[in-house]
Protein backbone atom coordinates (compact mmCIF):
# COMPACT_ATOMS: atom_id res chain seq x y z
CA UNK A 1 0.00 0.00 0.00
CA UNK A 2 2.56 2.65 -1.24
CA UNK A 3 -0.36 5.66 -0.21
CA UNK A 4 0.87 4.74 2.94
CA UNK A 5 4.33 6.37 2.29
CA UNK A 6 2.67 9.50 2.05
CA UNK A 7 1.40 9.62 5.39
CA UNK A 8 5.28 9.51 6.63
CA UNK A 9 6.14 12.35 4.28
CA UNK A 10 7.05 15.65 6.09
CA UNK A 11 4.63 16.96 3.69
CA UNK A 12 1.34 15.10 4.70
CA UNK A 13 2.85 14.45 8.30
CA UNK A 14 2.53 18.14 8.91
CA UNK A 15 -0.80 18.68 11.69
CA UNK A 16 -3.81 18.97 9.98
CA UNK A 17 -5.32 22.64 9.34
CA UNK A 18 -8.00 22.70 7.17
CA UNK A 19 -10.56 19.85 6.87
CA UNK A 20 -9.43 18.55 3.46
CA UNK A 21 -5.86 17.77 5.54
CA UNK A 22 -7.96 16.51 7.96
CA UNK A 23 -9.91 14.62 5.15
CA UNK A 24 -6.12 12.72 3.80
CA UNK A 25 -5.07 12.16 7.61
CA UNK A 26 -7.95 10.58 8.24
CA UNK A 27 -7.85 8.46 4.82
CA UNK A 28 -4.71 7.09 5.44
CA UNK A 29 -5.49 6.30 8.93
CA UNK A 30 -8.28 3.90 8.12
CA UNK A 31 -6.74 2.89 5.41
CA UNK A 32 -3.57 1.45 7.54
CA UNK A 33 -6.46 -0.36 9.33
CA UNK A 34 -8.28 -1.71 6.28
CA UNK A 35 -11.16 -0.24 7.75
CA UNK A 36 -12.88 0.80 3.83
CA UNK A 37 -15.22 -1.91 4.49
CA UNK A 38 -16.97 -0.56 7.49
CA UNK A 39 -17.19 2.93 6.30
CA UNK A 40 -20.25 2.45 3.75
CA UNK A 41 -22.05 6.28 4.20
CA UNK A 42 -24.62 4.76 6.53
CA UNK A 43 -22.24 3.36 9.30
CA UNK A 44 -20.37 6.76 9.24
CA UNK A 45 -23.92 8.67 10.31
CA UNK A 46 -24.52 5.91 12.27
CA UNK A 47 -20.84 6.41 14.52
CA UNK A 48 -21.44 10.08 13.93
CA UNK A 49 -24.51 10.40 15.88
CA UNK A 50 -23.54 8.14 18.58
CA UNK A 51 -20.81 10.31 19.05
CA UNK A 52 -23.23 12.94 19.36
CA UNK A 53 -24.93 10.86 22.10
CA UNK A 54 -21.60 11.13 24.42
CA UNK A 55 -21.23 14.67 23.45
CA UNK A 56 -24.64 15.60 24.83
CA UNK A 57 -24.40 12.93 28.19
CA UNK A 58 -22.20 15.46 29.21
CA UNK A 59 -24.72 17.99 29.80
CA UNK A 60 -27.66 16.43 30.06
CA UNK A 61 -28.12 17.02 33.59
CA UNK A 62 -26.97 20.20 34.07
CA UNK A 63 -28.81 23.39 33.78
CA UNK A 64 -28.31 25.76 30.64
CA UNK A 65 -26.07 28.22 33.08
CA UNK A 66 -23.64 24.90 34.61
CA UNK A 67 -23.39 23.74 30.71
CA UNK A 68 -21.89 27.42 30.37
CA UNK A 69 -19.82 27.18 33.09
CA UNK A 70 -17.41 23.66 32.33
CA UNK A 71 -14.37 22.96 34.60
CA UNK A 72 -11.53 22.30 32.50
CA UNK A 73 -11.27 18.35 32.85
CA UNK A 74 -14.79 18.32 31.68
CA UNK A 75 -14.25 20.68 28.93
CA UNK A 76 -11.38 18.57 27.69
CA UNK A 77 -13.62 15.80 27.36
CA UNK A 78 -16.07 17.71 25.37
CA UNK A 79 -13.85 19.28 23.16
CA UNK A 80 -12.54 15.50 22.67
CA UNK A 81 -16.46 14.34 21.83
CA UNK A 82 -16.64 17.20 19.72
CA UNK A 83 -13.76 15.86 18.07
CA UNK A 84 -15.15 12.58 17.49
CA UNK A 85 -18.18 14.45 15.97
CA UNK A 86 -15.90 16.10 13.45
CA UNK A 87 -13.79 12.95 12.88
CA UNK A 88 -16.74 10.99 11.72
CA UNK A 89 -18.25 13.97 9.76
CA UNK A 90 -15.22 14.75 7.45
CA UNK A 91 -14.86 10.49 6.96
CA UNK A 92 -18.56 11.00 6.15
CA UNK A 93 -17.87 13.94 3.26
CA UNK A 94 -15.04 11.93 1.74
CA UNK A 95 -16.80 9.03 1.32
CA UNK A 96 -19.54 10.82 -0.65
CA UNK A 97 -17.50 12.93 -2.34
CA UNK A 98 -18.78 16.33 -0.72
CA UNK A 99 -17.00 19.74 -0.03
CA UNK A 100 -18.24 20.36 3.81
CA UNK A 101 -17.20 23.62 3.45
CA UNK A 102 -18.46 24.59 0.61
CA UNK A 103 -22.20 22.59 1.96
CA UNK A 104 -21.93 24.96 5.06
CA UNK A 105 -21.78 28.43 2.88
CA UNK A 106 -24.86 27.07 0.98
CA UNK A 107 -26.54 26.25 4.12
CA UNK A 108 -25.75 29.72 5.98
CA UNK A 109 -27.44 31.35 2.72
CA UNK A 110 -30.40 29.28 2.78
CA UNK A 111 -30.80 30.75 6.48
CA UNK A 112 -30.32 34.04 5.90
CA UNK A 113 -32.86 33.80 3.66
CA UNK A 114 -35.19 31.45 6.11
CA UNK A 115 -34.94 33.35 8.98
CA UNK A 116 -34.06 36.98 8.02
CA UNK A 117 -31.78 39.39 10.90
CA UNK A 118 -34.05 41.55 12.68
CA UNK A 119 -33.61 45.36 11.37
CA UNK A 120 -32.02 43.87 7.87
CA UNK A 121 -34.42 45.56 5.76
CA UNK A 122 -33.18 49.13 6.94
CA UNK B 1 -24.72 46.66 17.55
CA UNK B 2 -21.67 47.79 16.19
CA UNK B 3 -20.16 44.48 15.77
CA UNK B 4 -22.50 43.71 13.26
CA UNK B 5 -20.83 46.43 10.99
CA UNK B 6 -17.69 43.74 10.31
CA UNK B 7 -20.25 41.66 8.95
CA UNK B 8 -20.41 43.98 5.98
CA UNK B 9 -17.07 44.37 5.34
CA UNK B 10 -14.85 43.15 2.42
CA UNK B 11 -12.82 41.23 4.87
CA UNK B 12 -15.34 39.06 6.79
CA UNK B 13 -17.94 38.89 4.18
CA UNK B 14 -15.68 36.72 1.57
CA UNK B 15 -17.06 33.81 1.96
CA UNK B 16 -15.35 31.83 5.51
CA UNK B 17 -12.93 28.88 4.24
CA UNK B 18 -11.41 28.00 7.59
CA UNK B 19 -14.01 26.45 10.71
CA UNK B 20 -12.97 29.94 12.61
CA UNK B 21 -14.15 32.01 9.63
CA UNK B 22 -17.04 30.08 9.87
CA UNK B 23 -17.26 30.51 13.36
CA UNK B 24 -17.27 34.18 12.65
CA UNK B 25 -19.98 34.48 10.55
CA UNK B 26 -22.06 32.20 12.56
CA UNK B 27 -21.12 34.60 15.60
CA UNK B 28 -22.60 37.62 13.76
CA UNK B 29 -25.58 35.68 12.50
CA UNK B 30 -26.58 34.66 15.84
CA UNK B 31 -26.05 38.05 17.06
CA UNK B 32 -28.30 39.59 14.66
CA UNK B 33 -31.41 37.42 15.33
CA UNK B 34 -30.71 37.87 19.42
CA UNK B 35 -30.51 33.73 19.69
CA UNK B 36 -27.36 34.27 21.94
CA UNK B 37 -30.25 33.58 24.68
CA UNK B 38 -30.59 30.02 22.86
CA UNK B 39 -27.24 29.05 22.42
CA UNK B 40 -26.45 27.67 25.61
CA UNK B 41 -23.93 24.94 25.83
CA UNK B 42 -26.77 22.44 26.28
CA UNK B 43 -29.08 23.58 23.95
CA UNK B 44 -26.06 23.47 20.82
CA UNK B 45 -25.40 20.05 22.02
CA UNK B 46 -28.96 19.02 21.47
CA UNK B 47 -29.73 20.36 18.42
CA UNK B 48 -26.56 19.02 16.68
CA UNK B 49 -27.68 15.68 17.50
CA UNK B 50 -31.12 16.59 16.15
CA UNK B 51 -29.53 17.24 13.18
CA UNK B 52 -27.38 14.31 12.94
CA UNK B 53 -30.70 12.43 13.37
CA UNK B 54 -31.86 14.14 10.70
CA UNK B 55 -28.67 13.20 8.54
CA UNK B 56 -29.13 9.36 9.68
CA UNK B 57 -32.90 9.12 8.17
CA UNK B 58 -31.54 9.51 5.05
CA UNK B 59 -29.58 6.14 5.43
CA UNK B 60 -31.99 4.58 7.71
CA UNK B 61 -33.32 1.78 5.52
CA UNK B 62 -30.77 1.66 2.55
CA UNK B 63 -28.44 -1.11 2.00
CA UNK B 64 -24.87 -0.11 2.70
CA UNK B 65 -23.89 -0.36 -0.98
CA UNK B 66 -27.05 2.12 -1.56
CA UNK B 67 -25.37 3.90 0.82
CA UNK B 68 -22.44 4.34 -1.31
CA UNK B 69 -23.95 5.39 -4.33
CA UNK B 70 -26.70 8.32 -3.79
CA UNK B 71 -28.52 9.97 -6.50
CA UNK B 72 -27.52 13.60 -7.24
CA UNK B 73 -30.55 14.82 -5.27
CA UNK B 74 -30.39 13.08 -1.97
CA UNK B 75 -26.62 13.71 -1.97
CA UNK B 76 -27.22 17.13 -1.89
CA UNK B 77 -29.99 16.96 0.85
CA UNK B 78 -27.39 15.06 2.78
CA UNK B 79 -24.67 17.68 2.03
CA UNK B 80 -26.73 19.93 3.80
CA UNK B 81 -27.86 17.64 6.93
CA UNK B 82 -24.17 17.66 6.77
CA UNK B 83 -23.93 21.50 6.90
CA UNK B 84 -26.30 21.34 9.53
CA UNK B 85 -24.22 19.30 11.80
CA UNK B 86 -20.86 21.38 11.33
CA UNK B 87 -22.34 24.85 11.72
CA UNK B 88 -24.16 23.31 15.34
CA UNK B 89 -20.56 22.11 16.44
CA UNK B 90 -18.57 25.20 15.55
CA UNK B 91 -21.17 27.25 17.40
CA UNK B 92 -20.65 25.23 20.38
CA UNK B 93 -17.04 25.13 20.03
CA UNK B 94 -17.34 29.53 20.02
CA UNK B 95 -19.43 28.79 22.82
CA UNK B 96 -17.53 26.48 24.81
CA UNK B 97 -14.13 28.57 23.54
CA UNK B 98 -12.40 25.25 22.49
CA UNK B 99 -10.24 24.95 19.33
CA UNK B 100 -11.95 22.30 17.33
CA UNK B 101 -8.94 21.84 14.59
CA UNK B 102 -6.66 21.25 17.23
CA UNK B 103 -9.23 18.81 19.48
CA UNK B 104 -9.36 16.58 16.16
CA UNK B 105 -5.55 17.01 16.41
CA UNK B 106 -5.27 15.97 19.32
CA UNK B 107 -7.86 13.26 19.14
CA UNK B 108 -6.58 11.05 16.23
CA UNK B 109 -3.07 11.19 18.28
CA UNK B 110 -5.45 9.24 20.95
CA UNK B 111 -6.79 7.02 18.18
CA UNK B 112 -3.38 6.28 16.66
CA UNK B 113 -2.78 4.56 20.02
CA UNK B 114 -5.25 2.99 20.78
CA UNK B 115 -5.71 2.01 17.35
CA UNK B 116 -2.50 0.44 16.33
CA UNK B 117 -2.22 -0.14 12.76
CA UNK B 118 -1.38 -3.40 11.09
CA UNK B 119 2.00 -3.59 10.62
CA UNK B 120 2.93 -0.69 11.76
CA UNK B 121 5.76 -2.54 14.45
CA UNK B 122 7.74 -3.36 11.56
CA UNK C 1 -50.37 -14.77 3.67
CA UNK C 2 -52.86 -16.63 6.15
CA UNK C 3 -51.38 -14.67 9.04
CA UNK C 4 -52.92 -11.81 8.10
CA UNK C 5 -56.64 -12.69 8.65
CA UNK C 6 -55.53 -12.95 12.62
CA UNK C 7 -55.31 -9.29 11.87
CA UNK C 8 -58.95 -9.14 11.07
CA UNK C 9 -60.38 -11.85 13.69
CA UNK C 10 -62.25 -10.23 17.08
CA UNK C 11 -59.47 -10.90 19.13
CA UNK C 12 -56.11 -9.27 17.60
CA UNK C 13 -58.18 -6.34 16.12
CA UNK C 14 -58.98 -5.57 19.65
CA UNK C 15 -56.71 -2.22 20.77
CA UNK C 16 -53.44 -3.45 22.18
CA UNK C 17 -53.30 -3.35 25.65
CA UNK C 18 -49.56 -4.38 26.67
CA UNK C 19 -46.22 -4.34 24.80
CA UNK C 20 -46.83 -8.10 23.31
CA UNK C 21 -50.10 -7.44 22.08
CA UNK C 22 -48.77 -3.96 20.67
CA UNK C 23 -45.24 -6.22 19.09
CA UNK C 24 -48.18 -8.48 17.50
CA UNK C 25 -49.98 -5.65 16.15
CA UNK C 26 -46.89 -4.29 14.68
CA UNK C 27 -45.90 -7.88 13.06
CA UNK C 28 -49.05 -7.78 10.96
CA UNK C 29 -48.24 -4.13 9.82
CA UNK C 30 -44.81 -4.90 8.42
CA UNK C 31 -45.87 -8.41 6.87
CA UNK C 32 -48.65 -6.36 5.17
CA UNK C 33 -46.15 -4.25 3.68
CA UNK C 34 -43.50 -6.57 2.92
CA UNK C 35 -41.18 -4.49 5.55
CA UNK C 36 -39.23 -7.79 7.14
CA UNK C 37 -36.54 -6.96 4.27
CA UNK C 38 -35.91 -3.70 5.74
CA UNK C 39 -36.30 -4.17 9.82
CA UNK C 40 -32.80 -5.54 10.05
CA UNK C 41 -32.22 -4.97 13.85
CA UNK C 42 -29.51 -2.61 12.66
CA UNK C 43 -32.12 -0.54 10.65
CA UNK C 44 -34.63 -0.45 13.72
CA UNK C 45 -32.13 0.75 15.94
CA UNK C 46 -31.05 3.75 13.73
CA UNK C 47 -34.66 4.42 12.85
CA UNK C 48 -35.44 4.44 16.70
CA UNK C 49 -32.94 7.37 17.35
CA UNK C 50 -33.71 9.23 14.33
CA UNK C 51 -37.40 9.66 16.48
CA UNK C 52 -35.65 10.07 19.46
CA UNK C 53 -34.21 12.99 17.62
CA UNK C 54 -38.16 14.09 16.36
CA UNK C 55 -38.62 14.10 20.25
CA UNK C 56 -35.68 16.39 21.35
CA UNK C 57 -35.83 18.75 18.66
CA UNK C 58 -39.45 19.89 20.40
CA UNK C 59 -37.30 20.54 23.52
CA UNK C 60 -34.08 21.18 22.31
CA UNK C 61 -34.54 25.34 22.36
CA UNK C 62 -36.54 25.41 25.51
CA UNK C 63 -35.72 26.28 28.83
CA UNK C 64 -36.52 23.21 31.42
CA UNK C 65 -39.42 25.25 33.05
CA UNK C 66 -40.95 25.54 29.67
CA UNK C 67 -40.75 21.71 28.79
CA UNK C 68 -42.95 21.43 31.89
CA UNK C 69 -45.36 23.06 30.40
CA UNK C 70 -46.12 22.37 26.99
CA UNK C 71 -49.52 23.12 25.24
CA UNK C 72 -52.07 21.14 24.50
CA UNK C 73 -50.92 21.01 20.69
CA UNK C 74 -47.80 20.36 21.46
CA UNK C 75 -48.38 17.91 23.57
CA UNK C 76 -50.03 15.43 21.29
CA UNK C 77 -47.38 16.13 18.85
CA UNK C 78 -44.79 14.97 21.69
CA UNK C 79 -46.93 12.20 22.53
CA UNK C 80 -46.64 10.88 18.90
CA UNK C 81 -43.30 11.12 18.80
CA UNK C 82 -42.72 9.22 21.58
CA UNK C 83 -45.02 6.81 20.15
CA UNK C 84 -42.89 6.69 16.92
CA UNK C 85 -39.46 5.67 20.03
CA UNK C 86 -41.99 2.87 21.74
CA UNK C 87 -42.93 1.45 17.89
CA UNK C 88 -39.41 1.06 17.09
CA UNK C 89 -38.00 -0.33 20.87
CA UNK C 90 -40.98 -2.74 20.76
CA UNK C 91 -40.87 -4.16 16.87
CA UNK C 92 -36.67 -4.33 17.69
CA UNK C 93 -37.14 -6.30 20.85
CA UNK C 94 -39.64 -8.98 18.35
CA UNK C 95 -37.19 -9.03 15.82
CA UNK C 96 -34.11 -9.92 18.73
CA UNK C 97 -36.76 -11.77 20.73
CA UNK C 98 -36.12 -10.00 23.84
CA UNK C 99 -38.78 -9.46 26.66
CA UNK C 100 -38.85 -5.52 26.65
CA UNK C 101 -40.47 -5.44 30.18
CA UNK C 102 -38.56 -8.06 31.72
CA UNK C 103 -35.34 -6.04 30.56
CA UNK C 104 -36.41 -3.13 32.03
CA UNK C 105 -37.04 -5.19 35.67
CA UNK C 106 -33.70 -6.33 35.17
CA UNK C 107 -32.30 -2.87 34.95
CA UNK C 108 -34.30 -1.74 37.54
CA UNK C 109 -32.58 -4.11 39.79
CA UNK C 110 -28.76 -3.00 38.31
CA UNK C 111 -29.92 0.61 38.53
CA UNK C 112 -31.12 0.48 42.66
CA UNK C 113 -28.10 -1.32 43.28
CA UNK C 114 -25.72 1.28 40.94
CA UNK C 115 -27.81 4.18 42.97
CA UNK C 116 -28.43 3.55 46.83
CA UNK C 117 -31.62 5.44 47.90
CA UNK C 118 -30.70 8.26 50.32
CA UNK C 119 -31.50 6.74 53.97
CA UNK C 120 -31.94 3.65 52.53
CA UNK C 121 -29.49 1.81 55.01
CA UNK C 122 -31.79 2.76 58.04
CA UNK D 1 -41.42 10.88 52.71
CA UNK D 2 -44.65 8.34 53.56
CA UNK D 3 -45.29 7.42 49.75
CA UNK D 4 -42.17 5.63 50.19
CA UNK D 5 -43.78 3.18 52.16
CA UNK D 6 -45.92 1.96 49.48
CA UNK D 7 -42.97 1.21 47.30
CA UNK D 8 -41.97 -1.63 50.24
CA UNK D 9 -45.87 -2.73 49.73
CA UNK D 10 -46.45 -6.50 48.94
CA UNK D 11 -48.72 -4.50 46.06
CA UNK D 12 -46.32 -2.27 44.67
CA UNK D 13 -43.67 -4.61 45.20
CA UNK D 14 -44.91 -7.11 42.67
CA UNK D 15 -42.86 -7.39 39.79
CA UNK D 16 -43.85 -4.16 36.86
CA UNK D 17 -45.90 -5.84 34.61
CA UNK D 18 -47.36 -2.85 32.51
CA UNK D 19 -46.15 0.42 31.36
CA UNK D 20 -48.16 2.14 34.42
CA UNK D 21 -46.75 0.13 37.09
CA UNK D 22 -43.48 0.42 35.35
CA UNK D 23 -44.02 4.12 35.64
CA UNK D 24 -45.42 3.95 39.44
CA UNK D 25 -41.97 2.27 40.62
CA UNK D 26 -40.06 4.58 38.06
CA UNK D 27 -41.11 7.59 40.12
CA UNK D 28 -41.02 6.19 43.62
CA UNK D 29 -37.26 5.27 42.82
CA UNK D 30 -36.34 8.96 41.59
CA UNK D 31 -38.51 10.22 44.49
CA UNK D 32 -36.16 8.28 46.93
CA UNK D 33 -32.69 9.88 45.06
CA UNK D 34 -34.63 13.26 44.93
CA UNK D 35 -33.74 12.72 41.04
CA UNK D 36 -37.39 15.40 40.46
CA UNK D 37 -35.13 18.28 39.63
CA UNK D 38 -33.64 16.74 37.25
CA UNK D 39 -36.18 15.18 35.56
CA UNK D 40 -37.68 18.06 33.13
CA UNK D 41 -39.19 16.86 29.80
CA UNK D 42 -36.41 18.79 28.34
CA UNK D 43 -33.60 16.47 30.02
CA UNK D 44 -35.45 13.45 30.20
CA UNK D 45 -35.63 13.54 26.40
CA UNK D 46 -31.65 14.39 26.30
CA UNK D 47 -31.17 11.33 28.27
CA UNK D 48 -33.63 9.10 26.32
CA UNK D 49 -31.82 9.79 22.99
CA UNK D 50 -28.31 9.40 24.64
CA UNK D 51 -29.33 5.84 25.74
CA UNK D 52 -30.68 5.54 22.34
CA UNK D 53 -27.23 5.92 20.69
CA UNK D 54 -25.38 3.56 23.25
CA UNK D 55 -27.96 1.19 21.84
CA UNK D 56 -27.01 2.01 17.97
CA UNK D 57 -23.35 1.67 18.91
CA UNK D 58 -23.99 -2.12 19.65
CA UNK D 59 -24.96 -2.07 15.56
CA UNK D 60 -22.81 0.65 14.09
CA UNK D 61 -20.46 -1.77 12.25
CA UNK D 62 -21.99 -4.80 12.01
CA UNK D 63 -24.15 -5.64 8.81
CA UNK D 64 -27.97 -5.83 8.40
CA UNK D 65 -27.26 -9.67 8.96
CA UNK D 66 -24.91 -9.84 11.60
CA UNK D 67 -27.56 -7.24 13.37
CA UNK D 68 -29.67 -10.40 12.99
CA UNK D 69 -27.65 -12.81 14.60
CA UNK D 70 -26.33 -11.54 17.97
CA UNK D 71 -24.28 -13.82 20.33
CA UNK D 72 -26.04 -14.04 23.81
CA UNK D 73 -23.58 -11.82 25.28
CA UNK D 74 -24.55 -8.92 23.19
CA UNK D 75 -27.82 -9.67 23.00
CA UNK D 76 -28.09 -8.94 26.67
CA UNK D 77 -26.44 -5.91 26.31
CA UNK D 78 -28.66 -4.82 23.47
CA UNK D 79 -31.24 -5.78 26.12
CA UNK D 80 -30.76 -3.67 28.80
CA UNK D 81 -29.92 -0.68 26.51
CA UNK D 82 -33.17 -0.84 25.64
CA UNK D 83 -34.71 -0.95 28.79
CA UNK D 84 -32.44 2.56 29.42
CA UNK D 85 -34.77 3.90 26.73
CA UNK D 86 -37.81 2.62 27.70
CA UNK D 87 -37.17 3.80 31.29
CA UNK D 88 -36.61 7.10 30.36
CA UNK D 89 -39.81 7.14 27.81
CA UNK D 90 -42.19 5.48 30.57
CA UNK D 91 -40.68 8.50 32.62
CA UNK D 92 -41.09 11.26 30.57
CA UNK D 93 -44.50 9.76 29.72
CA UNK D 94 -45.05 10.36 33.13
CA UNK D 95 -43.74 13.86 33.69
CA UNK D 96 -45.92 15.16 30.54
CA UNK D 97 -48.85 12.87 32.27
CA UNK D 98 -49.37 11.33 28.19
CA UNK D 99 -50.33 7.83 27.98
CA UNK D 100 -47.78 6.21 26.01
CA UNK D 101 -50.18 2.96 25.18
CA UNK D 102 -52.17 5.11 23.93
CA UNK D 103 -50.50 7.20 22.11
CA UNK D 104 -48.99 4.38 20.13
CA UNK D 105 -52.20 3.48 19.05
CA UNK D 106 -53.47 6.79 17.77
CA UNK D 107 -49.75 6.08 16.14
CA UNK D 108 -50.79 3.06 14.38
CA UNK D 109 -53.99 4.26 13.02
CA UNK D 110 -52.09 7.30 11.31
CA UNK D 111 -49.17 4.76 10.20
CA UNK D 112 -51.96 2.69 8.54
CA UNK D 113 -53.72 5.61 7.14
CA UNK D 114 -50.36 6.79 5.45
CA UNK D 115 -49.10 3.64 4.52
CA UNK D 116 -51.65 1.61 3.22
CA UNK D 117 -51.23 -2.37 3.27
CA UNK D 118 -50.60 -3.57 -0.23
CA UNK D 119 -53.93 -5.36 -1.78
CA UNK D 120 -55.75 -3.71 1.09
CA UNK D 121 -58.05 -2.41 -1.12
CA UNK D 122 -59.15 -5.76 -2.36
Known amino acids: MGAMHDDASPHSSAPAQTLPELALRLKHFAQARDWG ?4 PKN ?3 ALIVEAGEL ?4 QWLTEDQSRQ ?3 E ?4 VAHEMADVLLYLVQLSSSLNIDLMQAAREKMVLNAVKYP ?6
Open 117 to 122: AKGSES
Open 44 to 46: LAS
Open 74 to 77: QKQA
Open 70 to 72: LGS
Open 56 to 59: LEHF
Open 37 to 40: QFHA
